[in-house]
Structures are given as structure tokens and as C-alpha cells.
């Protein structure tokens, strides 16, 4: 008797708290960013599409694809993805061209001011 009546109060207490648990609570999936206030437009680079990146063909060594060459207009072509919740009016982008071997070296003119796409 004790069991039968400690087991049914369980089971009303269990579906007291189920009775107040909406369903359609649980199946909303809320994504809440708290880590940053800002609203506005926000750009997002996406991909590189030209130029490639520059590299030595395997199997030809000495001969390298996709390369930049001094003198030679280069258009870049570039995506970019708005992730904000405003449109972009104005953008400007800026181009830094870096020496072979990704070593942080900055290319430079023959002045020597460092190289730069408008």
C-alpha cells in the first residue's frame, strides 16, 4: 500500500510538470547572440576567386602557376557576403601583395613604398 501511493504521487508530480512543458517550446530551436551588440551591415569574405594563389608546379620545378608579375595589371575578383541586418551602401577594399613564402614580407615598388590595389 505505501509503494502503491508513493508511485502514484510520483506520477501525479511528473505529470503536473509535463501538463506546464509546451511542445511547441521545445521544437523552437533558439539561436540567441549575445556577443555583440552592433547592427548594421557587416562584409564577410568569403572566397578569392582570381588571383589564385601562387605555386610551384610539381612537376616542373622553376615553373609556377597562377603567378603576379610586376608590370602586369591584375583584377581581383572577390566575394563577399553581407551578414549584417542593414545593406552595404559604400564599400572600399584594400589589397596587401605579399612576397613568395608567406613569410609576412610586404612587396614593395622600386621607391620602396609598399604595393597597393584600389
Known amino acids: 500500500m505505501r509503494k502503491t501511493v508513493t508511485i502514484m504521487l510520483t506520477l501525479v508530480m511528473l505529470a503536473s510538470v509535463l501538463a506546464n ?3 511547441v517550446e ?5 539561436m540567441n547572440d549575445e556577443s555583440s551588440a ?22 616542373s620545378p622553376g615553373t609556377y602557376t ?6 602586369v595589371d ?3 575578383v572577390v566575394t563577399i557576403q553581407n551578414t549584417g541586418d542593414a545593406n552595404i551602401t559604400e ?10 613564402g608567406g613569410s609576412g614580407n ?11 590595389c584600389r
Open 74 to 76: 591584375s583584377n581581383f
Open 21 to 23: 512543458i509546451s511542445l
Open 91 to 100: 564599400m572600399n577594399i584594400e589589397v596587401t601583395v605579399y612576397l613568395s
Open 106 to 116: 610586404i612587396a614593395k615598388d622600386a621607391r620602396p613604398r609598399k604595393l597597393w
Open 38 to 59: 552592433r547592427s548594421g551591415p557587416e562584409a564577410a569574405l568569403v572566397d578569392v576567386i582570381n588571383p589564385r594563389e601562387t605555386y610551384e608546379d610539381p612537376m
Open 66 to 71: 597562377h603567378e603576379i608579375l610586376a608590370g
Open 26 to 30: 521545445l521544437q523552437n530551436e533558439k
